[in-house]
C-alpha cells in the first residue's frame, strides 16, 4: 500500500507520523540532525540548505515553544518564516482549511508546519496537495490532536540514540497519560520501528488506551513492576485540557501513584 508521505520513488515528500515510515528514513532523519548540531555552537548559526524557501507556521493550536523551535530551526537553514495569525486569518471568518491552503500555496508557500487540534488534519492538507499536484510543497505535522507528533518522537529517538548508541538490546517505559497522548503514540511506532525488544505503557487503567498489547506493549498499571530493569523512561505530562471527564481521583494522588522519584530510579 503506497505512504502517501513518500513521493513515487519511496522519498519522504510530508512528515504527517511515525506509523509506517521505513527504518532507514527514521535513521536518516536522525543522522542528518547529527550533523546539524554544531551550528549552535558555530559564530554565525546558519546553513544555506532552505535559502529561498518559504515555510509557514500554520497553528490552529497554540504552543510557543513548537512554534518558536520550528521557526528557530528553519531560520537557521536560511529559510523566510511566516507565522500565520490564525486568530486574524480568513478561517476564523469561514474559510474552508484547504481555501486557505490553496490560497497560501498560490503565495508561493514550499512548506506549512501544521499543528491543530483536530486529528487528522495535516493528513488532510498533505493528500489535498497531492490530489491537486501541488508536489512542490511539504506538510510537517506539528501535532493533531490525539492522533501524532512525529517531530517531538523523533527528537526522543535522536536524544536516545545520543545516550544508548543502540536500539535493539533496551527496555523501554512510557510512563502517564498515554490516552491523550499523540507523542506517546509516535514514540511507540518510531521504538518499534527501531528495534527497541521491550516497550512498555505505566499509567492508570483510565489512562491507558485500548489496543496497546496489538502495538507489541507491555502494559503495567503498577509503576514500580513497570519501571523494574528499564533502560529509559519517557515521563508524560497530564493532558487536562483534553480529558472529558474526571479519569483520577486528585492530582496528589496520580503523583503519589504515577509521580517519577529518586527512589524509584
Not at 217 to 238: H, Q
Amino acid at each position: 500500500m503506497h505512504n502517501p508521505q513518500l513521493n513515487k520513488n519511496g522519498e519522504l515528500q510530508h512528515l504527517i507520523t511515525i506509523e509506517g515510515l521505513p527504518k532507514a528514513i527514521i535513521n536518516h532523519i536522525l543522522d542528518t540532525a547529527s550533523s546539524f548540531v554544531s551550528i549552535s555552537d558555530r559564530e554565525v548559526k546558519k546553513v544555506p540548505l532552505m535559502r529561498g524557501k518559504s515555510v509557514f507556521n500554520l497553528f490552529f493550536e497554540n504552543s510557543t515553544r513548537t512554534r518558536t523551535t520550528f521557526e528557530i530551526a528553519s531560520k537557521r537553514l536560511s529559510a523566510d518564516v511566516i507565522n500565520l495569525n490564525i486568530a486574524a486569518s480568513s478561517t476564523s471568518k469561514g474559510e474552508s482549511l484547504l481555501d486557505t491552503i490553496d490560497n497560501l500555496s498560490a503565495m508561493h508557500a514550499d512548506m506549512f508546519v501544521v499543528r491543530h487540534s483536530q486529528s487528522g488534519a495535516p493528513y488532510l492538507i498533505a493528500q489535498h496537495l497531492n490530489d491537486t499536484k501541488q508536489n512542490h510543497v511539504h506538510v510537517v505535522n506539528a501535532g493533531d490532536g490525539r492522533h501524532a507528533h512525529p517531530t517531538q518522537g523523533l527528537l526522543d529517538m535522536y536524544t536516545i540514540r545520543h545516550y544508548k548508541k543502540d536500539f535493539t538490546n533496551l527496555r523501554v517505559a512510557i510512563v502517564g497519560d498515554i490516552l491523550h497522548s499523540r507523542v506517546a503514540r509516535s514514540d511507540i511506532h518510531a521504538l518499534t520501528t527501531l528495534g527497541v525488544p521491550e516497550v512498555r505503557a505505566v499509567g492508570p487503567h483510565t489512562l491507558l488506551p485500548g489496543g496497546l498489547e496489538q502495538m507489541g506493549v507491555r502494559v503495567f498499571t503498577n509503576i514500580d513492576e513497570g519501571l523494574k530493569d528499564v533502560d529509559v523512561i519517557i515521563m508524560l505530562r497530564l493532558q487536562n485540557e483534553r480529558m472529558s471527564g474526571a479519569l483520577l481521583p486528585s492530582a496528589g494522588e496520580y503523583f503519589k501513584s504515577y509521580g517519577l522519584t529518586p527512589e524509584r530510579l
